[in-house]
C-alpha cells in the first residue's frame, strides 16, 4: 500500500470541535442510534423540515431484486418551495438568501437576493408557469445559466407541483433533445445566452435546434440574461421576465406527497449511457438539509458557497434546496474559477467573507497548477471549512488546498456521495472525525456501508479490508427510480449484488475503520494478480513535480493479464522526453511498488473529461485497448477534440 495514501491524521481545532453541531462522542451515540432503529431516528429528524400533514410512516424500504421498492414519510405531505422559502420569511425576510456573483466582476455587479425577494420572484415565475398550462406532475427542463432565475426555476416547479430536470447549460443541443424527450416535458426554460469565462454560449438557439427533434407542444420560456437578439417564435417561446413582472407577486403552494416527484436529474455519463434520477420530495429535502447543515458545521449568518453548477446534483443538493430548507445564505457562482484570472475563486471568498467553500478535485488541481500565488493575494481568513466532492482526492491537491486555501486552521470535508444517493454518504463531520487526506473516513447518519467480495458477493467483515462498496439498507436521500424505467434502476443498482445498493465503485476499509474510494469498480486493474484501483496510481504520478494531472487504465497484457496505461498531462512549463518517461515509471516504483510500475505512458495535453469535470476513463480504456472504433456515449463529453488527439499518438497499437 501506498504511504502516499497515508500522510497523517488531520483533527480539527479545539475551539472548531466546541462550536461544532456534531462532536465525536455525539456522532458515535447518534450513528449507533441511526442504525439500530432508523425508524425513530429518521421520524425525529424528519421534522427539521415542515409538514403540512405531518407523517405517521417513516420508512418503507426493500432492496430485494425484483421488488425494489422505497419510500419514506410516505403518509406526510409538504411543499418543498415553502420549505426553503416561506417558512423564512418572518424571521429573516431580509437575510440573503443568495449572494450571486455575475461571469464578469468588472462589468457586473453581485446581488443579493433576500428571502422575502425570493419568495417574490418564485411566485411570479410559478404564476407565469402556472398561467401557461403547466401544473403538478408536469415535467419542466430547465436549461439556464447558473443566475438567480435557475434557482427560481427549481423552486417555482417544486412550488406547483411540477418536477423539474435541470440540464447543464454547456451540453450540446441532442443532449437537450434527449432529454426533454426521455423525460417527456412539456416545457422547457431557457435564457438567450449563457455568458461564461467571459464567451457566451447561444442557450436560445440551441434550445430552438433542439426543440426541432421534440413534440411540438413543447413551450420555451426564454429569460432575457444579456439582452442579446435571438429568434422568436411567437406561439412557442415566451418572455420570461416580461410575463413575471406582470404575474401576481404571490403563489400559493401546492400541497404534494412526500414521495411525489422533485426533481428527474441524469448523471454525468461517465460510464455509459446517462441515467434519468428520480428523487421525491419529503425524504430527499430532509436529507439533504441535514447534511448541508452537519457535514460542513453550517451555523446561522454563514456565507456558503458550493461551486458546482447547479446541472449537477452538487448544486440541487447544497446550492439549491440543502442551504436554503436551513435559512441560509448560498452563493451562486455564474463563472469559472480562471476567469478573469485564476485568483477568481479566492476574490470571490474574500468579496463575500465565504465562511464554508465546497469544490471539486479537478478545480483544485487546476488552480494549483496555476502556483500559490493566486491565492496568497487573498485574505481568506473568512474560511472556516474546506470540502471536496466528486472524485477521490489525491493527497497532494489536499496537502495544497489545506496548506495554501485553508492555511492549516480549516478541516476539509471529502464527501463521497452519488446522483443517486442525494446527500453525502461517507464523509468527515468535521467536528467528529479527524481527516486522513484521500479518505472520506465515516459514514453519514443512517448510511449502512458494506465492503464485499467482487468474486463472491460475500460480505467482507474484517475492519481493514477492500472490494466492493455497497449500501445495506436505505437512506432518505436514496433515489427512488429511474425515470420511467424502473427495470433498469432494478438492473444497474440491485442486480450483482443481491439485497444490497451497488455503488459501482471500490473501496478500502483501513484499520481505523476509515472508507479509502479506490475509484469506479469498472477501473480496477489486475497486475499479475494484484487488483489495484487506478486512484491510487494516478495520485502517485500527480505527486511528481512535473505532473499537472494523470489518469490510469488497463490493457491486456501477454505477461500480466493486464498492463498500467497511464495518460499524463504535464505541467505548463515541462517538455515530454523519454528520458521523463523512465523518470516517472521509477517515481512509482519507489512510491508505491513495482507492481504499479506504468507499461505505457503517454503524453496527453488534454484528458477526455464530462462537463462536470470528471476523466471518462471508459474511452481512456478504449484508446489503451487499441479499440476505438466504437467509444459509446459521448454526449457529455467537455471537449470531444481532446479524444482524436489521444487516438492519433495512442502507445499501444497492438
Ligand atoms: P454515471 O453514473 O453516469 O457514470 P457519474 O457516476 O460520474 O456518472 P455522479 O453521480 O456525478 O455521476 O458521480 C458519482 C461518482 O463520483 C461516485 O460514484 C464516485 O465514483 C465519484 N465520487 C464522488 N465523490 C467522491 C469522493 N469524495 N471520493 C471519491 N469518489 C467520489
Ligand atoms: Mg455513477
Known amino acids: 500500500m501506498s504511504d502516499l495514501a497515508q500522510t497523517g491524521v488531520y483533527p480539527a481545532s479545539a475551539e472548531f470541535v466546541a462550536k461544532a453541531h456534531v462532536d465525536a462522542k455525539a ?38 431484486y425484483g421488488k425494489v421498492d422505497i419510500k419514506w414519510f410516505e403518509d406526510g405531505t409538504l411543499n418543498v418551495s415553502a420549505n426553503c422559502i416561506d417558512r423564512h420569511v418572518a424571521a429573516r425576510g ?16 453581485a446581488q443579493h437576493i433576500t428571502y422575502a425577494q425570493l419568495l417574490e420572484q418564485t411566485s411570479r415565475m410559478a404564476n407565469v408557469l402556472k398561467a401557461n398550462g403547466i401544473g403538478k406532475g408536469d415535467r419542466v427542463v430547465l436549461y439556464l445559466p447558473m443566475i438567480p432565475e435557475a434557482a427560481y426555476a427549481m423552486l417555482a416547479c417544486a412550488r406547483i407541483g411540477a418536477i423539474h430536470s435541470v440540464v447543464f447549460a454547456g451540453f450540446s443541443p441532442d443532449a437537450l433533445a434527449n432529454r426533454i424527450n426521455d423525460s417527456e416535458a412539456k416545457a422547457v426554460i431557457t435564457a438567450d445566452f449563457a455568458p461564461r469565462g467571459g464567451r457566451k454560449t447561444p442557450l436560445k438557439s440551441n434550445t430552438d435546434k433542439a ?27 415566451v418572455d420570461m421576465k416580461a410575463e413575471m413582472a406582470a404575474a401576481s407577486p404571490y403563489c400559493p403552494y401546492a400541497e404534494m406527497n412526500a414521495e411525489d416527484p422533485l426533481f428527474i436529474l441524469y448523471t454525468s455519463g461517465s460510464t455509459g449511457r446517462p441515467k434519468g434520477v428520480v428523487h421525491t420530495s419529503g425524504g430527499y429535502l430532509v436529507y439533504a438539509s441535514m447534511t448541508q447543515q452537519i457535514t460542513f458545521d453550517y451555523h446561522d449568518g454563514d456565507v456558503f458557497w458550493c461551486t458546482a453548477d447547479v446541472g449537477w446534483v452538487t448544486g440541487h443538493s447544497y446550492i ?41 478535485p479537478t478545480a483544485i488541481r487546476a488552480l494549483m497548477g496555476q502556483g500559490p500565488e493566486w491565492v496568497e493575494k487573498y485574505d481568506l481568513s ?54 486522513k487526506p484521500g479518505s472520506a473516513t465515516k459514514p453519514f447518519f443512517g448510511v449502512q456501508p458494506v465492503i464485499l467480495d467482487p468474486a463472491t458477493a460475500e460480505i467482507k467483515s474484517e475492519t481493514a479490508t477492500d472490494g466492493v462498496l455497497c449500501i ?68 502517485a504520478l500527480v505527486a511528481h513535480e512535473k505532473v499537472a494531472e494523470a ?75 487499441n479499440d476505438y472504433g466504437a467509444l459509446g456515449d459521448t454526449s457529455t463529453l467537455a471537449d470531444p477534440s481532446v479524444v482524436d488527439e489521444l487516438i492519433e499518438n495512442r502507445m499501444n497499437r497492438a
Open 27 to 64: 456522532y458515535d451515540e447518534m450513528y449507533a442510534a441511526s442504525i439500530k432503529n432508523p425508524e425513530a431516528f429518521w421520524a425525529e429528524h424528519g421534522k427539521r423540515i415542515d409538514w403540512i400533514r405531518p407523517y405517521t410512516k417513516v420508512k418503507n424500504s426493500t432492496f430485494d
Open 94 to 109: 431580509n437575510q440573503t438568501a443568495i449572494i450571486f456573483e455575475p461571469d464578469d466582476p468588472l462589468s457586473h455587479e
Open 211 to 237: 426543440l426541432f427533434d421534440c413534440s411540438e407542444k413543447v413551450k420555451c420560456f426564454v429569460v432575457k440574461h444579456t439582452g442579446d437578439q435571438t429568434t422568436w417564435i411567437a406561439d412557442r417561446d
Open 320 to 360: 439549491i434546496y440543502g442551504p436554503l430548507a436551513n435559512g441560509a445564505t448560498t452563493v451562486m457562482f455564474e463563472g469559472v474559477p480562471t476567469y478573469p484570472d485564476a485568483g477568481r475563486f479566492w476574490a470571490v471568498c474574500e468579496k463575500h467573507k465565504v465562511n464554508q467553500f465546497y469544490t471539486a
Open 382 to 435: 473568512s474560511l472556516k471549512l474546506l470540502g471536496s466532492v466528486g472524485e477521490p482526492i489525491n493527497p497532494e491537491a489536499w496537502n495544497w488546498y489545506n496548506t495554501h486555501v485553508g492555511k492549516g486552521k480549516c478541516p476539509i470535508v471529502d464527501t463521497f456521495w452519488q446522483t443517486e444517493t442525494g446527500g453525502h454518504m461517507l464523509t468527515p463531520l468535521p467536528g467528529a472525525i479527524p481527516t
Open 472 to 539: 445495506a439498507d436505505s437512506w432518505p436521500g436514496q433515489m427512488r427510480t429511474l425515470w420511467g424505467d424502473h427495470e433498469r434502476f432494478q438492473e444497474a443498482y440491485f442486480a450483482q449484488y443481491r439485497g444490497y445498493y451497488f455503488t459501482g465503485d471500490g473501496c478500502r476499509r483501513d484499520e481505523d475503520g476509515y472508507y479509502w474510494i479506490t475509484g469506479r469498480v469498472d477501473d480496477v486493474i489486475n497486475v499479475s494478480g494484484h487488483r489495484m484501483g487506478t486512484a491510487e496510481v494516478e495520485s
Open 551 to 625: 489518469a490510469v487504465v488497463g490493457y491486456p497484457h501477454a505477461i500480466k493479464g493486464q498492463g498500467i496505461y497511464a495518460y499524463v498531462t504535464l505541467m505548463n512549463d515541462v517538455e515530454p522526453s523519454d528520458a521523463l518517461r523512465k523518470e516517472l515509471v521509477a517515481w512509482v516504483r519507489t512510491e508505491i511498488g513495482p507492481i504499479a510500475s506504468p507499461d505505457l505512458i503517454q503524453w496527453a495535453p488534454g484528458l477526455p473529461k464530462t462537463r462536470s469535470g470528471k476523466i471518462m476513463r471508459r474511452i481512456l480504456r478504449k484508446i489503451a485497448e
